[in-house]
């Protein structure tokens, strides 16, 4: 995948913690580099990888996995490789950091739960885990307490509650430390009150 990164922030080669954001269908990085004003991210580099066509995959992200691909399985490559670019400049997993929206809250809780580890958090602001239902054999790894806060609507358009609970469900079992919040009618955005949970429990931890 020809995955454009743009960075922002402390310099990854200077940073001791390191945000990547994840764009949703149709945005582009640069949008969701916008949401770092508001949060408390002074001393992260922040990452924030471009999908091509600003798509990461092309279907919705209930359907089955395989009409997805190739794009899903190059998008989850397309995560790894930052995650390892990141590691190289000395940021350990534990200091690495996830955040998307919509289409990049569901690839955001993907790969994390996919390869879970003690990150620094994850904050998916409307998303959920991917396919046409949830494949607990994908799914390795232990979080450690992982703090992870995920925002959506009641009813959201994209993103069924249903789904939102059933990844919150399987995340907890794998050991992560999650915050969900259900908002009625609050419609497919990123509201101030999910800005603040994110601040709160993701990035004032020292």
């Given at each position: 995948m020809n995955t454009d990164i743009l960075t922002d922030g402390i310099p990854l080669n200077e940073a001791k913690k390191a945000l990547i954001m994840i764009h949703g269908?149709?945005?582009?990085?640069?949008?969701?580099?916008?949401?770092a004003k508001h949060l408390k991210v002074e001393d992260f580099a922040l990452v924030a990888p471009q999908a091509e066509n600003r798509t990461w995959y092309p279907y919705s992200f209930l359907a089955p996995l395989n009409e997805n691909e190739?794009?899903?399985?190059?998008?989850?490559?397309?995560?790894?490789?930052?995650?390892?670019?990141i590691q190289q400049n000395g940021i350990e997993k534990e200091n690495i950091y996830f955040l998307g929206f919509s289409q990049?809250?569901?690839?955001?809780?993907?790969?994390?739960?996919?390869?879970?580890?003690k990150y620094g958090g994850v904050v998916a602001f409307t998303g959920g885990l991917i396919g046409d239902q949830v494949y607990e054999n994908h799914y390795s790894g232990n979080?450690?307490?992982?703090?992870?806060?995920?925002?959506?609507?009641?009813?959201?358009?994209?993103?069924?509650?249903?789904?939102?609970?059933?990844?919150?469900?399987?995340?907890?079992?794998?050991?992560?430390?999650?915050?969900?919040?259900?908002?009625?009618?609050?419609?497919?955005?990123?509201?101030?009150?999910?800005?603040?949970?994110?601040?709160?429990?993701?990035?004032?931890?020292?």
């Open positions: 269908r149709g945005a582009s990085a640069h949008d969701i580099l916008s949401i190739p794009s899903f399985s190059k998008s989850l490559e397309a995560i790894h490789q930052v995650v390892v670019a990049g809250a569901c690839l955001a809780l993907e790969f994390t739960t996919r390869n879970a580890a979080f450690e307490n992982t703090p992870v806060f995920i925002g959506t609507s009641d009813p959201d358009f994209h993103v069924p509650v249903e789904r939102v609970n059933e990844t919150e469900a399987l995340m907890e079992k794998m050991g992560a430390d999650v915050t969900k919040k259900i908002y009625p009618n609050m419609g497919h955005t990123i509201s101030q009150d999910e800005i603040n949970c994110a601040n709160a429990l993701i990035f004032n931890k020292k």
